[in-house]
């Protein structure tokens, strides 16, 4: 069983930065590929970012890349979201992911993961 707790979330504005956190419970974080989800209000989920269990290989929806980074650090058993240039449209409820695999392969669909955060509201005002 993994508990995930999201932070870091707030209102910006356009074009400001932002980081958001999540940590994870239990003792096999590295196990886990874990991955960023979003959903705005009458929306329905979608992927933003994941990343490996060793941090090697990342993958990020055409939306946001060049703009968002995700990163982990398993002596923490965080992940991160630097989100940079941001935009009205990023706004959304953010929620963490992980899904118990090793694979070179990253899940980009929420139905493939495991656990997930409460999530953690962006708001990014123009």
């Known amino acids: 069983q993994v508990q995930l707790v999201e932070s870091g979330g707030g209102s910006v504005q356009a074009g400001d930065s932002l980081q958001i956190s999540c940590t994870a419970s239990?003792?096999?974080?590295?196990?886990?590929?874990m991955g960023w989800f979003r959903q705005a209000p009458g929306k329905e989920r979608e992927f933003v970012a994941a990343?490996?269990?060793?941090?090697?290989?990342?993958s990020y929806s055409d939306s946001v890349q060049g703009r968002f980074t995700m990163s982990r650090d398993n002596t923490k058993n965080t992940v991160y979201l630097q989100m940079n240039n941001l935009k009205p449209e990023d706004t959304a409820v953010y929620y963490c992911?992980?899904?118990?695999?090793?694979?070179?392969?990253?899940?980009?669909?929420?139905?493939?993961?495991?656990?997930w955060g409460q999530g953690t509201q962006v708001t990014v005002s123009s």
């Open positions: 239990g003792r096999t974080f590295s196990s886990y590929t």
């Open positions: 992911a992980a899904k118990l695999s090793r694979s070179w392969l990253i899940s980009t669909r929420p139905n493939e993961y495991d656990y």
């Open positions: 990343v490996r269990w060793n941090g090697g290989r990342t």
